[in-house]
């Protein structure tokens, strides 16, 4: 039977997926996230954004007033990470490449840093085709235990969505 337009067929498989956006309590870190491939123009964009609020807190000595940045994660916008290691003109981006004292794996890679929890977790997750990381990302030591847990509740809440899809589409 044809749809009129405008108006959606419901099929019995689909389900609500759960909601992926970030939680108004979403902790801030910040991670480098060094590139390991070898493509010199590897840009990747990622929805949500970090939303950055200057809140007044006070007056300092001179009475002039004092700001306090406020920092969250967001789900609207789009936030570009450039991981170029060489300009237009083929010069090397010197502030933009891991130092000769990391990680030998890392020295020469080009970084960029990440504020967006969901932003670190996609990119901690990332592959390529061989399985190798793409990404490697570099935690403070004390903010480790958030970003694992965020990456394991995220992995979590989609396995319960894949069962509940399945159980939905088995029906069908």
Known sequence: MPVAPGKAKFQSAEIELGDN???????MVRCRVVYMGNNRGRS??????????????????KEQPTFEERRRPVGEGVQSYDF?????????????????????ELVGKPFAWCEHIDHIRWFHLQRTDD??????????????PI???HVRRFISSKQQ???????????G
Do not use: C, W
């Open 44 to 61: 990747v964009a990622l929805p949500g954004q970090v939303h950055v609020e200057r809140i007044q807190t006070g007056f300092d000595d």
């Open 147 to 149: 970003i694992q847990d």
């Open 21 to 27: 956006t970030l939680r108004p309590e979403a902790p």
């Open 84 to 104: 170029s290691s060489h300009d237009s003109l083929g010069r090397l981006i010197v502030d933009r490449i891991m130092a000769p004292e990391a990680n030998p």
């Open 131 to 144: 399985g190798a990381k793409e990404f490697r990302v570099l935690a403070n030591r004390a903010d480790q």
């Open 161 to 171: 969505e894949d069962t509940n899809f399945e159980a939905i589409a088995s029906r």
